[in-house]
């Protein structure tokens, strides 16, 4: 009978020692799926909504960024002006636009930019050009350039927030966006030339 019960005291501390690890995995495991289950729920309603009527909508704001999130320039490439004898003027940075997101985007939105930067909108081929000034603060000299990367066109100082057309007079296939008085600054106009690389 002693042995018996020594076994039997074995036998029910070994059965709590079970049941404890049992309890146990059970607690662990039913965290682990009620963390899933409620992540779950969540992304399902983060998820966005897909009816086109307000996708549209969506995108159009997307172009407008939060307070704080202004675009920065960006170094992209180096651009030299040239006279007529191919002599080098001044020489800037550049952010290059050379898709339809970036051309779309251009300078809109920008506070300032530095001195000696500016914008290269590059397009596939040449033809009749034409900017405005929507959503863009600074006032600018937009210049117009050909293939053969020459100034054909400057429109100068042009109104922030304007929504006038500023056409070329020529066909161009580049348009370089400097800050107004640049090209008066350091006097550039039509029939000078510019290079540039991409970085």
Known sequence: MANFEKRGSTAQKGSLRSMIVILLIVIILGG??????????????????????????????????????????VKQGELSFLNSSKKEIKKIDIELAANDEKRT???????????????LFIFD????????????????????????????????????????????????????????GYTDAYKIGEGDYISYKAL
Do not use: C, H
């Not at 009749?128 to 054909?152: C, E, G, S």
């Open 105 to 119: 985007q251009g300078l809109m939105f920008r506070s300032n930019m530095g001195a000696d930067q500016g914008m």
């Open 32 to 73: 682990t799926v009620l963390s899933n289950f409620t992540n779950f729920f969540k992304k399902g309603e983060s998820q966005p909504n897909n009816n086109p009527e307000t996708t549209s909508q969506t995108t159009e704001t997307n172009n407008v960024p939060s307070s704080g999130d202004e675009p920065v320039f």
């Open 125 to 180: 081929r040449q033809g009749p050009q034409a900017f405005w000034m929507r959503n863009t603060k600074i006032p600018l000299d937009i210049i117009y350039i050909d293939k053969d990367l020459k100034i054909v066109s400057i429109s100068k100082n042009t109104i922030p927030f304007s929504e006038e057309s500023i056409p070329s007079k020529s066909p161009a296939q580049y348009v370089l966006e400097v800050n107004a």
